[in-house]
């Protein structure tokens, strides 16, 4: 099946800096991309969707301000935590789509802020 | 609006005996319904869906789902429980299509342990 990879697999960092996670379809052009955010022992929570070359659509109550998005070509979508804060430390999954329209989803980042 | 119940967060099952996971939705049109399972650190691999087509999917590593619109269920099933089975499993619901440009809907996760 596709793959999709993301890095890193897990990041700390110091309150109030910032963190950006990639997300990499590397053997398919993903037209959507998809962030997602793990608490422990909880569910996936949808963070927000991007289609390649346009803003992402924010899930209600995701502050895109400080969930920043970008989908720039059909195999990179970047996550960057602005002013991360310890209630920020999750999981983030990213998922992509291609034309066949399944989702393939990578491997996750860890993100610790002290 | 679609939802997602799973009922027991975790479930045991000694090894070799029948896994039995469950899960009941919510949705106002026909739903595309998704097992998924994810290892400890990792993300998550696609078991099995249902895109409308025959009520019975059979997925990979042994495990099949039935379709009950009547029962708004989506139950997943092994009849022979492993070792490797071991992990959390989530059941996703889609209001349309089959999760590409469309967004999934996530329970709660159910935390299958093997016991020897």
């Known amino acids: 099946g596709a793959v999709v990879s993301q890095h890193p697999s897990w990041v700390i960092c110091k309150s109030g800096t910032s963190v950006k996670i990639e997300c990499r379809s590397l053997?398919?052009?993903?037209?959507?991309m998809f962030w997602y955010r793990q608490f422990p022992k909880q569910s996936l929570m949808l963070m927000a969707t991007?289609?390649?070359?346009?803003?992402?659509?924010?899930e209600q109550g995701v502050e895109k301000d400080k969930f920043l998005i970008n989908h720039a070509s059909l195999t990179l979508s970047t996550l960057t935590v602005t002013s991360a804060h310890p209630e920020d430390s999750s999981f983030y999954i990213c998922?992509?789509?291609?034309?066949?329209?399944?989702?393939?989803f990578g491997p996750g980042t860890r993100l610790t802020v002290l | 609006a679609q939802s997602v119940t799973q009922l027991g967060s975790h479930v045991s099952v000694s090894e070799g005996a029948l896994v039995l996971l469950r899960c009941n939705y919510s949705?106002?049109?026909?739903?595309?319904l998704f097992w998924y399972v994810q290892y400890p650190n990792q993300g998550l691999q696609l078991l099995l869906k249902?895109?409308?087509?025959a009520t019975l999917v059979k997925g990979i590593n042994g495990f099949e789902a039935e379709f009950k619109k009547s029962e708004t269920s989506f139950h997943l099933t092994k009849p022979s429980a492993h070792m490797s089975d071991a992990a959390e499993y989530f059941c996703?619901?889609?209001?349309?299509?089959w999760g590409g440009g469309n967004k999934l809907t996530f329970g709660t996760g159910t935390q299958l342990k093997v016991e020897l």
């Open positions: 996703a619901v889609s209001d349309s299509g």
């Open positions: 991007s289609n390649e070359g346009s803003k992402a659509t924010y």
């Open positions: 998922s992509a789509s291609g034309r066949d329209n399944e989702q393939f």
């Open positions: 053997d398919f052009q993903a037209t959507t």
């Open positions: 949705s106002s049109v026909p739903p595309y």
């Open positions: 249902y895109t409308s087509a």
